[in-house]
């Protein structure tokens, strides 16, 4: 059974640009997480879906991060435009139940704003 | 509000030696814990978790993990450390009363095993 699949690994981009994360959570999994880890720091929760549906987006920074799923099967996060703050580590998750299952994460997408 | 405080930025223990990485929480109600683990250049690996039940939950790999609810604590153990056990370890937690799904986590603890 595949894993939970984050694409790219590694982005650098300049501030001010565009960036598109993307996961693939493991099929069947409704539920998917986007968290994300500032050096150092701890891994913060950003979003999580419910098949198609936003269930809690309160750790979403800006507007300037939107976050979807499309026909509730893979997600994108986008930063629009990217601030140096940004940078960091971004994970997705999912879960086949939300009450006492855990989840299963990718393997990260290390984002660079220079 | 849910927190988790992992205390040690770093614990060095030798080969062969048992290991303790700490993390204790704070939730409104009673928690779900879970302690997971990244090795260099991947992704999180989950490693156990506690939900109900005896207090002493076992792992991947060797781990366990003791809730002790007074002291609202979820330490990480091994017996006999291992040098591929060298990866940081994050401690979360999850309200079971909320409602609310998200994994809170902490700073993260580096477990450096010396050979």
């Known amino acids: 059974e595949a894993g939970v699949t984050q694409f790219p690994s590694h982005s650098v981009i300049e501030k001010g640009q565009t960036v598109t994360l993307r996961c693939d959570p493991i099929?069947?999994?409704?539920?998917l997480y986007w968290y994300r880890r500032v050096m150092g720091k701890e891994i913060k929760f950003l979003l999580h879906f419910v098949k198609e549906s936003k269930q809690d987006e309160s750790g979403m920074p800006n507007n300037r991060f939107l976050a979807e799923r499309t026909g509730g099967t893979y997600s994108t996060l986008k930063v629009q435009p990217a601030e140096l703050e940004d940078s960091g580590v971004y994970f997705c998750?999912?879960?086949?139940?939300?009450?006492?299952?855990?989840?299963?994460f990718g393997q990260g997408t290390r984002l660079t704003v220079v | 509000a849910q927190s988790v405080a992992q205390p040690e930025d770093q614990v060095n223990v030798a080969e062969g030696n048992p290991l303790t990485v700490k993390c204790t929480y704070s939730?409104?109600?009673?928690?779900?814990l879970f302690w997971y683990v990244q090795y260099p250049n991947r992704g999180l690996q989950f490693l156990l978790k506690?939900?109900?039940?005896?207090?002493l939950v076992k792992g991947s790999y060797g781990f366990e993990a003791e809730f002790n609810k007074s002291q609202t604590s979820f330490h990480l153990k091994k017996p006999s450390a291992l040098v591929s056990d060298s990866a940081l370890y994050f401690c979360?937690?999850?309200?079971?009363?909320?409602?609310?799904?998200?994994?809170?986590f902490g700073t993260g603890t580096r477990l450096l095993v010396s050979p």
């Open positions: 979360a937690v999850r309200d079971r009363v909320t409602g609310f799904q998200k994994l809170v």
């Open positions: 506690y939900i109900t039940g005896d207090n």
């Open positions: 998750a999912s879960s086949q139940e939300v009450v006492n299952t855990e989840a299963f």
């Open positions: 939730v409104s109600g009673n928690p779900y």
């Open positions: 099929s069947g999994h409704d539920n």
